[in-house]
């Protein structure tokens, strides 16, 4: 008898593979180690952040940034050929998330709804044309702004026109400032002192006109207010301390008037009471004489 032949294996049919998205990548730089073009350009950078975040101080959906990576895609990660804008916001958003940089895969999808960037001679050709088509064609930025610290004449911006294909370039007004319709302010140009700086600086101005002040400054604003606030009272008191001076000299020449009258009075008194003395000490010298004093008065 032959022996048992071993049963040939079944084969087996491989399990279907499980296909499964790209994950995003999670080893991401968020400090390109590069330094701002001149101090000028950070103190305007961080002027505009602080100045921005106090005009949107009473929403809690928003967050504004600058100098800081804005990922938005694997091949921009790669090549890692994008930097971020000088200054950006964004609005609709969790506020007090813990940020290194703007991860559109993290945020919803959502892009910057403004930015600005701060021009310099080496990086304007770069910000009109490259970045300006990022801003336009992917990020889809409503508004954006360009700005050079250095020639207070090179302010200029764009507002996303969808209807008329992309951006459309914002005509200043007399003031020569431009509206931004997302934040609803004006961006213009103000001079004065930043951090012992003395020039003109990019500035954010809300609807009326006014200036939109960084939290130093209106910690400066405030304390100049008490300061004048507490000149005042100082002013009212000492007002109040001369008019009760006036009152008390005036209270004091009334009281001297009055003694002087008193004083006359009991002089012309004491000159009455004489006087009566001097007729009775004449009438007894008189009637001891036997003389009628009515007969020297009628002879």
């Not at 971020?84 to 609709?92: Q, R, W, Y």
Request: charged share 35%; glycine share 6%; with cysteine.
């Amino acid at each position: 008898m032959s022996p048992e032949l071993a049963p040939e294996p079944v084969p087996q049919t491989p399990e279907a593979e499980v296909w499964e998205p790209p994950m995003p990548p999670t080893d991401l730089i968020f400090d390109d180690g590069e330094p701002l073009e001149s101090n000028r350009h950070r103190i305007a950078m961080n002027l505009l952040i602080e100045s921005a975040d106090s005009a949107l101080a009473e929403r809690n959906d928003y967050f504004v940034g600058g100098n800081m990576f804005i990922y938005y895609s694997s091949r921009q990660v790669r090549n890692q050929d994008f930097r971020g804008p000088d200054f950006f916001a964004v609005l609709g958003v969790e506020e007090n998330r813990d940020r290194q940089g703007w991860v559109v895969w993290e945020e919803n999808g959502r892009y910057p709804d403004v930015i600005v960037e701060l021009m310099s001679p080496s990086t304007a050709k770069f910000d009109l044309n490259e970045k300006k088509q990022i801003y336009e064609r992917t990020f889809r930025t409503p508004d954006y702004f360009v700005f050079d610290p250095f020639d207070r004449n090179s302010l200029r911006g764009w507002h996303l026109d969808t209807d008329a294909g992309g951006y459309q370039e914002l005509e200043p007004d007399e003031r020569g400032w431009l509206w931004s319709s997302q934040l609803n302010l004006w961006l213009g140009i103000w001079e004065g002192s930043i951090l012992h700086v003395e020039t003109f600086w990019l500035r954010f101005y809300d609807a009326d006109g006014n200036l939109v002040l960084c939290p130093d400054e209106k910690a400066q604003q405030e304390a100049e207010k008490a300061q004048q606030r507490a000149e005042a009272e100082r002013q009212r008191a000492e007002q109040e301390r001369q008019r009760a001076e006036q009152e008390r000299q005036r209270a004091e020449q009334e009281r001297q008037r009055a003694e002087q009258e008193r004083q006359q009075a009991e002089q012309e008194r004491q000159q009455a009471e004489q006087e009566r003395r001097r007729g009775d000490r004449l009438a007894a010298k008189l009637q001891e004489l036997g003389i009628d004093p009515e007969t020297l008065e009628n002879p």
